[in-house]
């Protein structure tokens, strides 16, 4: 079997949970998701819609979980980029909303280190918590399909809810 990218990972995780559309802003820490994401919307496999900022991503993916009863999802870069889509995620939390956001994270070595990457923040996931249900990390691509599938059942399973998955960009980029 051929070794899968981050992006592929996470793309066939997405569609084995089947998701058909998700929301998002193209960015240099998630170009390789993007390129996965490229592949399976020309194979009529998934649906992507872009945004202009990523306040609007979180609740564009509460609107379609809302309207549609699926599960909502929105890619972000990390950083001052997720930072924007928490007042979805919040609004998506008090109304049970079941939404994954998969983000992307500084290198792995930077995280915790406050060197002043682009797109730091302190604390990602901290940042995250108040406004999920459950929220990880993958510090590897073989942990993808495993986080997703608790994400997934994190957000679907008792009151639906906000999840968020981080990636960092040197995972992102394997």
């Known amino acids: ?95 049970s909303s079941p939404i994954l956001c998969v983000a992307s994270q500084i290198p792995s070595a930077g995280i915790g280190q406050d060197k002043g990457y682009l797109h730091e923040c302190r604390d990602q996931l901290a940042c995250l918590r108040p406004v999920t249900k459950w929220c990880a990390r993958a510090d590897t691509v073989g942990e993808i399909p495993g986080i997703m599938r608790e994400a997934f059942a994190q957000m679907l399973n008792g009151r639906r809810g906000p999840v968020a998955v981080e990636i960092p960009c040197d995972i992102m980029d394997a």
């Open 1 to 95: 079997m051929a070794r899968m990218t981050t992006g592929q990972a996470v793309v066939e995780s997405l569609i084995a949970h089947g998701v058909d559309t998700v929301f998002g802003i193209i960015s240099i820490h998630t170009l390789h998701l993007y390129d996965a994401l490229k592949e399976a919307v020309e194979a009529g496999r998934i649906r992507f819609v872009g945004a202009r900022h990523e306040h609007a991503l979180g609740f564009m993916a509460d609107g379609y979980a809302r309207a549609s009863g699926r599960a909502g999802v929105c890619l972000c870069t990390s950083g001052p980029a997720v930072l924007n889509a928490v007042s979805g995620l919040g609004t998506a939390l008090s109304d």
